[in-house]
């Protein structure tokens, strides 16, 4: 079986999420599996500046009514042998700024253009005007930007490959103006409520919806949620229809990240080697953020983009309460302008517990998840997380609300889970900052009392979080196509 994996993402080459992440991770364990599997991804300029041995393969004439000059090259992911079809066309992708956003923080205004591109490239591929000698049987679809594969597929080419859609998170629509039908090519009488009409706009990811062969999701509690009206973004009554072919798969994390081998970790540690190295990477840390380096004290760590998704309004909240518990804070984020601001204030106000760092930094995430002793996600809604199951893995039980994937892959401390062992974290249900207050409070507890948290620690820490079995059930979706 032959499988193109597209995607607007990919670790190391281009990341603003999880999208990346997984992007990188299931290719390469599908790739292990032996399926043969190549990645579609935009030629951005963070893209083409990081990879070797470039091939053009050839340039994409049946797309030129919709851009200047698109080139497909070949590489392979560096590091790997992964197979990449790049897509090259530098009025669209050579750019500042991130996949998504010029450096100011604003959408670009020809994002339509710019992924209903890459999703016409990935239709060409696997539809039956391709001239290369390869064809996949499956394209695998990855969120908004690649939503329009499957329907091209069904309303232009008339025939192609089958198709999957992921929805890694269904707040992300891709909603455009209608204008953007026919710029891109879709026929006007698919723009209606059973095809590509979302109120009144172009959606991708309805699109994607709507036309796929398959659906899956990133865990078995968000496939659920996302039918309902607290969760469905509106699509809940599509998913509903469609839920004979929606299915979660929990993400994996990459093995990159293991505490045993990590190059950003000032000091090393496993399961059994944990605490001479956990409280190295500790002290270091309070040190680097300018907090009081005290090794009793409990450090929580925070990873994460700044937005309404991930609960940073229910943690300012709940900020001035937390504060006054004896704990510090470390914060790595960025996002919303005016949660970085306030965030950034607080952290002014109490400098030696709050540390409040407004970046994009790979290293200084690995060193926080390491060197704290919890980790918050107090998220409203979660379609899997990975940074909870790298915290696990780092021996850094997280506390995370009740929702998600957080749900799917944290096992809540309570007397039974602590005394067989299986317990990996703090779990709370409401969304509001008494929760969260409650459930640190409750994770303080546990934390004081070190022949229940040792276990805690390395029951995350030894839990199989490894793509291998997220890829296998992909590839199971994959043969029933
Ligand atoms: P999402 O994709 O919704 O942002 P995930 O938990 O699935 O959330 O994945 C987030 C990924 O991005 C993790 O690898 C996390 O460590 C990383 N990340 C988020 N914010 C930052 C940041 N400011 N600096 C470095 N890494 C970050």
């Not at 597209?6 to 080459?13: A, D, I, W």
């Not at 000059?69 to 992911?77: C, K, T």
């Not at 709507?210 to 599509?238: H, M």
Request: glycine content about 8%; proline content about 7%; overall charge neutral.
């Amino acid at each position: 079986m032959k499988l193109l994996f597209v995607t607007s993402e990919m670790h190391p080459l281009a990341k603003t999420g999880g999208l990346g992440d997984v992007s990188h991770a299931l290719p390469l364990a599908l790739h292990h599996e032996g399926l043969d599997v190549r990645v579609l991804l935009p030629g951005y300029r963070s893209v083409l500046s990081q990879l070797k041995q470039v091939e053009p393969v050839c340039t994409l004439d049946a797309l030129a009514a919709l851009q200047p000059q698109a080139r497909l090259l070949s590489a392979q992911l560096p590091g790997t042998r992964l197979p990449l079809f790049v897509l090259d066309c530098p009025a669209l992708y050579d750019r500042p700024g991130t996949p998504y956003q010029s450096p100011a923080g604003e959408d670009w205004e020809d994002n339509p253009q710019r992924f209903g591109v890459l999703c016409h490239a990935a239709a060409w591929l696997g539809g039956p005007r391709s001239t290369l000698p390869w064809h996949p049987d499956v394209v695998h679809c990855n969120d908004w930007q690649a939503g329009l594969v499957p329907a091209l597929f069904k309303l232009q080419e008339g025939s192609g490959a089958r198709t999957v859609t992921t929805i890694h998170n269904l707040a992300f629509q891709g909603n455009f103006d209608p204008a953007w039908v026919s710029r891109l090519e879709l026929p006007a009488y698919s723009f209606h409520m059973h095809g590509v009409e979302f109120y009144g706009r172009l959606s991708f990811l309805k699109a994607g919806i709507n036309y796929a062969d398959k659906i899956t999701t990133v865990s078995p509690r968000y496939a659920q949620e996302i039918q309902t009206p607290a969760f469905g973004c509106g699509l809940e009554g599509l998913l509903q229809h469609r839920r004979g072919d929606l299915s979660g798969i929990l993400n994996g994390i990459d093995s990159a990240w293991n505490p045993g081998r990590d190059p950003a970790l000032p000091a090393r540690f496993d399961a059994r080697h944990l605490i001479p190295g956990k409280a190295q990477n500790k002290a270091l840390l309070q040190r680097a953020l300018g907090l009081k380096q005290d090794p009793a004290v409990p450090l929580l760590g925070m990873v994460t983009r700044l937005t309404y998704q991930k609960g940073i309004d229910l943690l300012l909240e709940a900020l001035p309460e937390l504060m006054r518990l004896p704990l510090q804070l470390a914060i790595l984020g960025s996002g919303e302008a005016e949660m970085e601001r306030r965030l950034l204030t607080a952290g002014t106000t109490y400098p030696a517990r709050l540390s409040v760092t407004r970046a994009f930094d790979e290293n200084l995430s690995h060193r926080i998840i390491a060197g704290s002793d919890l980790f918050l996600m107090p998220s409203r809604f979660e379609p899997c997380g990975l940074a909870q199951m790298y915290a696990m893995a780092y021996g850094t039980p997280p506390v995370a609300r009740s929702t998600g994937g957080l749900a799917d892959t944290i096992t809540d401390c309570t007397p039974e889970t602590l005394s067989d062992k299986t317990a990996t974290g703090f779990l709370f249900e409401n969304p509001d900052a008494a929760a969260l207050v409650t459930a640190v409070r409750r994770a303080l507890e546990t934390y004081a009392v070190k022949k229940s948290w040792r276990p805690l620690q390395r029951s995350g820490m030894t839990r199989d979080f490894s793509w291998s079995r997220a890829a296998r059930q992909y590839l199971q979706v994959y043969q029933t196509l």
